[in-house]
């Protein structure tokens, strides 16, 4: 049995989030059901205190490394190929270029990129989809204190990938597209895409280009 399956987990949290406001606010936060609790806890207090949360941020991607991918193209139906091929259903706008700057190494040939270096680019997301993916990010606060974000990730077939991300990772500001703060995260994950799509539908399904 999964945690969130328990009987006497259920009633804790439930106990928990009726008689104390604060767990109910930071802890439980917005989580959607009790595998959403169990697999993002604390999201509400991670997102808005310090040290979990610095604010105010400028991100850097030191180094942005993708290892064999399938590049974007907009006259590609990247859905209906994905179904062709697999008959599998994916989500519209999944497969996308991905803006990650213009000081690059590219080597690619017809619709594949073999290699892809970025450095010293502003950051724009964390997990970028290839065969193996790496990332070092640098959150400058106060554009001398370097806040550091490590990300890594291994596809080992169409279906399933290998993700590890470990610092304070950019994101948006609530309600903004062109500020950040930055949030501490740990992530260490051998994932399933037909498990994955439920909490990301978004999930890239196969090396095309897109996110993770």
Not at 19 to 39: A, P
Not at 50 to 55: A, H, T, V
Not at 113 to 125: H, L, M, Y
Not at 171 to 180: C, H, I, L, M, R
Request: with cysteine; glycine share 4%.
């Amino acid at each position: 049995m999964k945690l969130w399956e328990y009987k006497w987990f259920v009633n804790l949290v439930t106990y928990f989030n009726e008689h104390w406001s604060w767990w109910k606010k930071y802890i439980y936060g917005e989580s959607k059901s009790m595998e959403d609790f169990v697999r993002n806890p604390a999201e509400v207090f991670r997102d808005n205190c310090f040290p979990f949360c610095i604010k105010d941020i400028n991100p850097i991607s030191l180094i942005n490394l993708r290892i064999l991918y399938k590049q974007f193209d907009p006259s590609v139906d990247y859905v209906g190929d994905v179904k062709k091929e697999d008959s599998i259903d994916v989500s519209s706008g999944t497969y996308w270029l991905v803006p990650m700057g213009n000081n690059k190494l590219v080597l690619k040939k017809n619709s594949w990129t073999f290699i892809d270096v970025r450095v010293f680019n502003k950051f724009w997301t964390k997990f970028c989809n290839s065969l193996i993916f790496f990332q070092l990010t640098f959150s400058m606060k106060y554009k001398f204190i370097p806040i550091p974000h490590i990300a890594l990730c291994i596809r080992f077939s169409k279906t399933s990938y290998f993700q590890f991300g470990f610092g304070w990772g950019p994101q948006f500001k609530p309600g903004s597209s062109t500020e950040y703060n930055t949030i501490l995260c740990a992530k260490f994950l051998v994932a399933i895409f037909k498990d994955e799509v439920q909490w990301n539908p978004s999930d890239v399904y196969g090396f095309y280009e897109g996110t993770i």
